[in-house]
């Protein structure tokens, strides 16, 4: 009888040759187990409400100039420009120069004095979004008809109008072009003013002028302009 | 004669062969087991470095910081000595910049994306080697549309 333990003749070698792979996928694993630990630390950076939108008409707020680490504030201060016209003068054609009485000279990017007051009215902003550049955002001026006194007479609006520049404003002093152009106002319309690129900082000096071509009663003829800055 | 002139061939052939090949010998980079780390925060909160931008549109520079208890396994060098770096790869969004400072078993330092810094130059004494890290990372906005994954790791040169 062939013996029946002929073919386990080599059981004790398949054993080995068994236990050789599993000491190789066993080395195997723990190779892979070494190599899936050692990957590299992984940290997720998330951009924490990082919009933020600022608009000055005049005087502002800043804890300090921007580049010393100066904060945007809330300043409520609604200044005024005007021009007061001599009886002889009025309606005679002859553009009068307005003034502002804001005292917003410096710029709070760096404090340089870029307006001169009060002959000119500073207007800046920005608006910051992450991600690549986006659409400008607009800034629109809501412009009431006219310019009002207490017994009704009035003024249009379309009277004044405003040129835009700056001290030393030119691009190779880190200036940007007039984002600010001048204009004039629309009676009674929203229009736009100005526009702003993300991530900039914009500003522009207004000198407004007085058409004075209506001849009007007496008096002290007022309106308000609302500045409105809108970011996509 | 012939013999002494082979011995004397192999001589020097052996001996230049010992010359070159400490020279021709690279250190073998390996990356480290940082496992055992954990972060003290679940993401880093990237804000502005300022809050308002510049004139230019430059430097509109976002920043984050997290604190992270480094764990790091060197049994494979215990009682050798190491040069252990912190390596940044290049990787999305873009240019990473990352300074860190440490409790001092680490060294503090900073590195731009696709370099590394000398962090542990030294004996290896211990199986773990363990810090408190605070990061902080800087990315430009532009490139901060959405959270973002960033990977590093610590490295070991060998030989």
């Known amino acids: ?224 302009v609302l500045y409105t800055m809108t970011a996509p | 004669m012939m013999s002494i002139r082979r011995f004397a061939s192999t001589f020097f052939l052996g001996a230049a062969l010992t010359i070159i090949w400490p020279a021709g010998a690279r250190a073998k980079t390996v990356t480290i087991d940082d496992s055992g780390s954990q972060a003290l925060e679940p993401s880093v909160t990237m804000r502005w470095k300022s809050a308002a931008p510049s004139r230019s549109a430059a430097g509109n520079v976002m920043i984050g910081t997290t604190t992270i208890r480094v764990r790091i396994n060197v049994t494979p060098w215990l009682h050798h000595s190491g040069h252990i770096y912190l390596a940044l790869p290049v990787q999305k969004p873009g240019p990473i910049g990352l300074s860190w400072i440490t409790q001092g078993r680490f060294l503090p330092g900073q590195v731009a994306s696709g370099n590394r810094v000398l962090v542990y130059a030294g004996p290896i004494a211990s199986p773990f080697m363990e810090d408190t890290l605070t990061f902080q990372f800087s990315v430009n906005g532009a490139l901060m549309a959405r959270p973002v994954p960033v990977t590093y790791h610590f490295e070991m040169d060998e030989g």
């Open chain 1, 1 to 224: 009888m062939p013996s029946p333990q002929a073919p386990t003749g080599t059981t004790p070698s398949g054993l080995r040759h068994s236990r050789d792979t599993l000491r190789r996928l066993t080395v195997g694993a723990a190779l892979l187990a070494a190599a899936g630990s050692a990957a590299p630390y992984t940290a997720t950076l998330t951009p924490a409400a990082p919009q933020e939108i600022y608009l000055q008409v005049g005087v502002g707020a800043f804890t300090n100039n921007y580049i010393n680490g100066g904060q945007p504030q809330v300043n409520a201060t609604v200044n005024t420009v005007s021009a007061t016209l001599a009886v002889g003068v009025v309606g005679n054609g002859t553009a009068q120069a307005m003034t502002t009485n804001s005292t917003a000279a410096q710029s709070y990017w760096d404090g340089y004095t870029f307006c001169t007051v009060p002959a000119q009215l500073y207007i800046g902003g920005f608006f910051r979004t992450t991600g690549a550049t986006t659409a400008a955002a607009q800034v629109t001026a809501t412009v009431p008809a006219n310019l009002t006194d207490t017994t009704g007479d009035s003024i249009p609006f379309s009277q004044i109008s405003w040129t835009s520049g700056g001290n030393g404003d030119t691009t190779a002093n880190g200036f940007l072009p007039e984002v600010f152009p001048g204009g004039k106002f629309v009676s009674g319309g929203v229009q736009t003013v100005g526009s702003m690129a993300s991530n900039t900082w914009n500003e522009s000096c207004w000198t407004f002028s007085y058409a004075n071509t209506v001849v009007t009663a007496a008096g002290t003829y007022t309106g308000a």
